[in-house]
């Protein structure tokens, strides 16, 4: 952790902690210049200067958060919660989802976007599910994303639901020019809103098309916000920033499971603690035939698809 | 010879009552988790004690004994086609299969085991585990069918009714909700920024 | 203090010579500024609505943008062409003239910084990518490599013009010592910047069509062919409308050199064709949309045919000594050349690497009206650089415009002597 960090600079600077880094010199002198960028208006210079998360001390952190619930409150008229839950010890997430059960109902999808404060309009959805002949088995090329049959399944197809796979070797992570995306120690693959410069190289990395953009402002109506949130996960994003499943992060940080989950008519999504011996994710992987999607990128995912029958 | 049985079972009460079960069945995986939890009074030695939501019956059927006394109409274990219960087409299993193989005849608020042991409504997986002991195993650690709870602490699991009718158990089909927007239709809101 | 006094009176001279001319010169330089005009406001819409504005979207993340940007980058390293004989070879016509290939070097990287910085959705963060200040993910990530070398280039180009032309300025031999190094630190450095940008496309294994190893080689190769070509239109323009004197036989030479690496860049082609079509497997359909169209998508097919053939036709100009040696085929071909690399290295490359999409969807992208203008704008910021930069060189290179002669009023040149260049320019 790097010691220096940008004061508030709200003209309260008298911490006393020495001369100023080189950090704050220069950040500060390409203010001006990124102010006149931005449109300025809705940009404070705390936040223009908010360092990278991974490098922010506690209390710098604790500020931030204030900001946030404060920006929140006045943007949606009502008290949103932005946390911080630690990884828990002993802890890597994974979740395997039974190929043999999943009917394409989409109620994970919209779940995911209720839970997850998702843009509505332009709309961002972090699960796709796919419609695919069983004939022709797992090949994006002949699934269709868009199909709305009176009712599902039908008649000699599958449906294959893709979100973010938590690579363990994962390209997002890899290609971030700024290191705004990493992995947690419990596997999970996060963003920071306030660091992402937006160039989407990660997108272009992702071989599961999980990441998605904020191409405008988010639109997400006061009445639909979930205000228990994330700084990592849920919390409501900026535009021109990217965005991504995060396993519920505010829920499985507290032993909830993921929203997608929990919503499941059909019990298709099994979720838990790959390092736990009893875990149901565990019996899946050993007792179940658990199959990689795209496993020859060797990616490593935390994301297993299974038959469960 | 053996008899055709398209039609059988309990005491109706009311008319629509199938499409009341199909109905409870569909949204009961939604509304599961407020249901009353009651234990099963006569756990099998290997099951251990499982939390479950009350089971999904039709509404005003239960309990089958306040028809099924025993006193006003007389159980009679002879295989028929019945005048009551006429809504309720069995799908399930060979058609041999008939309401006393797992209704129990003298108690109708139970059910019986192959072996003849009496089991309550709420332990109905015992009777479904008799012949489908795969799904059984797989439900009792969580991987069939949808658990609620917590991941690393409690779980409220599912009966096998509450997405299967045991008279018909296939699962059925959904509605699925919209489709993603098309790129081609993310346009820009008119007037941009609110 | 006395060289300093100097540089900053060459500033100040050259900021007077830059607002001096006749009216075809102000009638370009206005014509540019409208454009930058039309780009800054459609960039300033693009700014308060977001990129939403363009026509990307998740499917396609990245288009018009960045393919011109891969584009220029090709431009930009081409100025090796250039100096790769002139230094090595110690080849004298060409040497004239390399000065100007760096300075078409400068104006790429500023095109290729600015169609970056409009792509990205957060540019008031760019200070996260400078290093040191901000958290550049280096080594990992080659988008921080391309920020340093693109960068390091620029420096360096621009280094060695200023400097080039500061001595010519005060009419004193240039330091061999100091050039030299730095030119043929350029050689390496120009080739680094088009292999890193490969290497961008190159190392993600989602995208098949990119995953190739033949990637940076096809770019080096396609870059050679159009870096050039811009060149060659340049240097007849230059010499019939200023006093510099380019040699017909550099002008054939570079023509000749450009006859090999459209001729490798064509075989680079078809080994990456063939290798898709014979083996047909899966990763076949990103190329399929591109030449023949996926489903009844056939955006790129005219534009990717049209690529084959002006490269191919430009090839045949530009092998055949009589059509290389007559201006009018000559010309013709650059002109060709230039179209098909255009289209390759830039929507040619972009848009079928992501299309289909990772999960088999495709989306026909075709740049918006906003990111047409805001191109506009950048391309018309490079010509303005490479403009005033060539304003303020050739009277230098010329010998016309010095510390000692600017006193005499430039209003009456004396003749000067053709074997004035920046390179051999003594007091």
Known sequence: ?309 | MPLRTPAIACAPRRGRRLAFLLGALLFLPARAQHGVKEKAEHPAPQAPEIQVPAPPFSEGVFPCSSCHDGKTMKPDPKRRELGMHTEIELKHGPESRWCLDCHDLADRDSLRLASGERIPFTSSYMLCGQCHGDKFRDWRVGIHGKRTGRWNGEKQYLLCVHCHNPHGPRFKPLKPMPPPVPPEKIRPSKGGRP | MDSLRNLSRFALDTLRLLLVGNRYYYAWVGFLLALILCGVFAYTGQLSQGLIISNMRDQVSWGFYIGNFTFLVGVAAAAIMLVIPAYIYDWEPIKEITILGEMLAISALVMCLGFVLVDIGRPDRFWHIIPLVGKLNWPASLLAWDVIVLNLYLLLNWFVVTYLLFCAYTERHYVKAIVLPLVLLSIPMAVSIHTVTAYLYNGIAARPFWNSAILAPRFLASAFCSGPAILLILLQVLRKTTKLRITDEAIFKIAELMAYTMGFNLFLTAAEVFKEFYSGTEHLVFIQYLFFGLKGHTTLVPFAWASILTGLAAFLLFLIPRTRKNWITLNLGCLLIYASVYIEKGMGLIIPGLTPDVLGEIYEYRPSVTEAFVAAGIFATGFLVFTLMLKAAVPVMLGEFTARRRLGGGSHPEPSDHNHSAREVTP
């Open chain 1, 1 to 309: 952790m790097n010691a220096s960090h940008p004061g508030p600079c709200s003209g309260s600077c008298p911490g006393g902690e020495g001369t100023p880094g080189r950090r704050e010199f220069l950040a500060a002198a390409v203010a001006g210049m990124a102010g006149a960028l931005a449109g300025c208006g809705k940009l404070s210079m705390e936040e223009f200067l908010q360092r990278n998360f991974r490098e922010l001390a506690k209390d710098e952190i604790q500020k931030i958060l204030l900001r946030l619930e404060k920006e929140y409150r006045a943007k949606f008229g009502k008290p949103v919660r932005v946390g911080i839950e630690e990884p828990m010890q002993g802890v890597v997430f994974g979740y395997a989802l039974d190929l043999s059960r999943c009917i394409g109902c989409r109620r994970c999808v919209h779940a995911c976007v209720r839970e997850n404060n998702q843009s509505r309009d332009p709309q961002i959805q972090w699960i796709r599910v796919m419609e695919m002949e069983k004939e022709l088995g797992v090949d994006v090329q002949h699934a269709n994303h868009y199909y709305d049959p009176a009712v599902v399944p039908r008649e000699g197809h599958f449906y294959m639901p893709v979100q973010c796979h938590q690579c363990r070797r994962a390209p997002c992570v890899k290609v971030c020019p700024v290191g705004a995306t990493w992995q947690e120690p419990d596997g999970i693959t996060v963003v920071d809103y306030n660091w992402c410069i937006g160039c989407r190289y990660c997108m272009a990395a992702c071989p599961y098309g999980a990441r998605h953009f904020n191409w405008g402002e988010p639109q997400l109506p006061a009445a639909e916000l979930n205000t228990e949130t994330h700084y990592l996960g849920n919390r409501p994003r900026p535009q021109g920033v990217v965005e991504k499943c995060t396993f519920c992060i505010q829920r499985t940080r507290k032993g909830l499971y993921p929203a997608c989950a929990e919503i499941c008519p059909t019990g298709s999504r099994k979720f838990g603690n790959l390092m736990d011996p009893k875990s149901e994710i565990r019996y899946v992987l050993e007792n179940k035939r658990v199959f990689l999607f795209k496993e020859d990128l060797n990616t490593k995912p935390k994301f297993y698809y299974f038959y469960g029958v």
